[in-house]
C-alpha cells in the first residue's frame, strides 16, 4: 500500500515504516511462529537444542531492538525536521534514510549478541504418555550474568524508548502549539483557508495517542521481565505455574508486546487520511475513495509526512494586461 499507492506520505516516511514493518515482522516469526506455536504442536521443538538455542534469542532480540529504535529515530527525525531547514533538506533524502536503517538493524543486532549466551540447554524430566522421559530444554542461565544482560537488554530495549518518544512526541506538539500563535486567528484562516484550532487539537491527540499505546503495549513486559529474571530466576521456579501473579502478569506482558509488533507499522499508517481513503479504495474496488471526514482528518501523518508541495502549473495560463493607465497626483 505505501510503497505502491499514493498514501499521501513522504518518500522518508516510506522507507521508515517499511523497515518497522519487516523487523516487526521478523519479530513475530521468531517469537510466535517458531517460540511460542511450536512449543504447544511439539513436544521437542528444534530451538531446545544447540546452537538453536542460542540463535532464536539473538534473533528476537535483534528485530526487538530494532522495532524500538526505528521508532524512536523516526519521531526524533520529524521533530529535526519541523525545527529547522536544514535538518529537513539533510534528513529528506532517501539516501541518508536508508543507510540509517541499515544502520539501526544492524547495530542493533549486534548489541543483541551477548543475549546468545544467556541460556543454556540442561536435562529435564517429563512425563509423557505415564513414562518418564528426560529431554534437553533451552532455559535461562542462573546466573549474575542473566541478570545484568536481561536489565540492560530491557533499558535499551523498552525503557530508553519509550522515555524518548514521550520526549519528542511532546516536543512536537509544543513547537506545533508555539507555531500556531506566531499568527492571528483570522491570518491562519487566509493562510489555510480553515480554523487550526480544531486541527491542532486533533493532530496533539493523536501524537498523545500513539505515545500512549507505545508505552501501554510495552512497558508491561519491561517491568514484569526485569522481576521474573531478578527476583525468580532460579531453577525450582516453575515458570508455568499459573497460581503465582507473576506467571500471568509476565503472559499478558509478552502478549500486550506482540499485539505492538503488530499494530506498530498500522498505527502510524492509520493516522493518515490519504492511507485510509486508499485502504478504503483497495477492499471497496472503487475507482474514486470516499472522504472520510472524522476526528482523524488531519492527522498526525501531516507531521510525520512532511513534504515540500510544489504549485503544479495550470493547463490554460491566463494572461493580464493592462490599459488606460492613468496617472493621479
Not at 544492524?106 to 518418564?132: C, K, Q, R, Y
Not at 532455559?139 to 536489565?151: G, L, Q
Amino acid at each position: 500500500m505505501i510503497c505502491f499507492r499514493n498514501c499521501g506520505m513522504s518518500s522518508t516516511a516510506i522507507i521508515y515504516l517499511s523497515c518497522l514493518a519487516i523487523v516487526d515482522t521478523c519479530y513475530l516469526v521468531w517469537v510466535i511462529l517458531l517460540d511460542l506455536t511450536l512449543t504447544f504442536w511439539v513436544l521437542q521443538p528444534f530451538w531446545h537444542s544447540y546452537p538453536w538455542c542460542a540463535i532464536l534469542g539473538f534473533l528476537q532480540y535483534g528485530s526487538l531492538y530494532s522495532s524500538s529504535w526505528i521508532v524512536v529515530v523516526f519521531t526524533i527525525e520529524r521533530f529535526l525536521v519541523l525545527r529547522s531547514t536544514a535538518a529537513k533538506q539533510h534528513f529528506s533524502q532517501a539516501r541518508v534514510t536508508k543507510l540509517t536503517c541499515i544502520a539501526i538493524v544492524m547495530v542493533s543486532h549486534l548489541v543483541s549478541v551477548p543475549l546468545a549466551w544467556i541460556n543454556i540447554v540442561t536435562p529435564v524430566n517429563f512425563t509423557v504418555d505415564g513414562e518418564n522421559v528426560t529431554l534437553p530444554r533451552c532455559r535461562y542461565r542462573n546466573a549474575t550474568y542473566t541478570t545484568v544482560i536481561v536489565w540492560i537488554t530491557s533499558f535499551l530495549s523498552g525503557g530508553i524508548p519509550i522515555v524518548l518518544v514521550i520526549i519528542f512526541n511532546y516536543l512536537i506538539g509544543y513547537h506545533l502549539c508555539r507555531a500556531s500563535k506566531l499568527f492571528t486567528k483570522e491570518e491562519c484562516r487566509v493562510i489555510h483557508g480553515k480554523s487550526t484550532r480544531g486541527m491542532l487539537r486533533r493532530t496533539i491527540l493523536l501524537l498523545g495517542t500513539v505515545s500512549v499505546v507505545f508505552v501501554v503495549l510495552s512497558l508491561p513486559r519491561f517491568v514484569t521481565y526485569c522481576i521474573l529474571r531478578t527476583k525468580y530466576n532460579n531453577e525450582n521456579f516453575n515458570r508455568n505455574d499459573y497460581s503465582i501473579p507473576i506467571n500471568v502478569a509476565g503472559d499478558i506482558a509478552n502478549m500486550l508486546q506482540n499485539l505492538n509488533s503488530t499494530t506498530n507499522f498500522l498505527l502510524y499508517c492509520m493516522v493518515s487520511r490519504r492511507f485510509r481513503q486508499e485502504l478504503v479504495r483497495v477492499l471497496t474496488c472503487h475507482e474514486k475513495a470516499f472522504d472520510l471526514g472524522s476526528i482523524l482528518t488531519h492527522t498526525t501523518m501531516k507531521v510525520f509526512s512532511v513534504v515540500d508541495h510544489k504549485a503544479s502549473p495550470t493547463v490554460n495560463p491566463v494572461s493580464v494586461v493592462l490599459t488606460s493607465l492613468k496617472q493621479i497626483e
